[in-house]
């Protein structure tokens, strides 16, 4: 049978994928890397382990312990785990971050590909399995854009892709074409809360693959927390990018957006 390993992160996506190989017949052995993984992740997994994100030389050992030779990663694992302290990273984490010539996400997770390649283990698309949780373009929920909005998610894709290319983030919040938020360090979610806030209602948020996105690592993902995220700071539309966006639980996030009136787009 054929084996693939999932470093997971928090979110939805990580059951998704695992629920969608072992249809296929595939067994997942997945690594639970930071605290708040779901729950569901085990009981759809061939074998869980639970290791530190920052604990490189475990994670490679119980993979190859596994048999696996290859990996997908999926789910949130933002860099503020390691720069805060509260990853502890060992000696192999150390010396692949010590030899970095910066800290942006693509050099980060470039370097953890090379790693795992030295140990035999290649790294898939993130979507290889799970295209189907990418919608194409359209509006998917009841109430579709209203004309300033749209202009925003306009202007806030423009904006998001510049940050992209410079691989800051993917997300921006806006209101009447100005940036309230850009999401950097502290992932999606804060920066929808933070930039709703500052707008004091009527955010739009804008979520955007990069220029030039690698399809192995940080392919973008909306899910029930973003939505969440919105309602709490009042923002009232979400645009991101078709085809290239993973949407886990499209059902739940879109009821969840039609019961507060927020529009979504695929554009």
Do not use: W
């Amino acid at each position: 049978m054929r084996k693939v390993g999932l470093l997971a992160g928090v979110g939805r996506l990580p059951v998704e994928f695992a629920r969608a190989a072992s249809g296929m017949g595939i067994a997942v052995i997945s690594v639970k890397l930071v605290p708040g993984v779901d729950e569901d992740l085990a009981a759809v997994s061939a074998k869980s382990y639970d290791i530190s994100v920052g604990e490189l030389e475990r994670i490679i050992t119980a993979l190859k312990e596994e048999g696996v030779l290859e990996v997908t990663m999926l789910g949130k694992v933002t860099k503020e785990l390691i720069f805060s302290g509260c990853a502890v990273a060992d000696e192999r984490m150390k010396r692949l971050l010590g030899g970095l010539k910066d800290y942006n996400d693509d050099t980060i997770m470039l370097a953890f590909v090379r790693e795992l390649a030295t140990e035999g283990i290649g790294v898939l698309d993130q979507t290889a399995l799970i295209r189907a949780l990418m919608p194409g373009p359209g509006i998917l929920t009841n109430r579709g854009p209203t004309e300033s909005e749209a202009e925003d998610m306009d202007y806030g894709f423009s904006m998001a892709k510049e940050i992209g290319a410079l691989d800051i983030g993917q997300t921006v919040v806006v209101k009447d074409k100005a940036v309230m938020a850009v999401e950097a360090i502290e992932g999606t979610d804060a920066c929808i809360r933070r930039g709703a806030k500052l707008s004091r209602g009527g955010a739009v948020v804008a979520k955007v693959a990069k220029p030039n996105q690698d399809m192995r690592f940080d392919v973008p993902g909306v899910g029930q927390d973003t939505i969440k995220a919105m309602i709490e700071g009042g923002a009232t539309a979400l645009a991101f990018e078709a085809g290239k966006t993973l949407l886990a639980e499209r059902d739940k996030v879109i009821s969840l957006a039609n019961e507060h009136g927020i529009t979504i787009v695929a554009k």
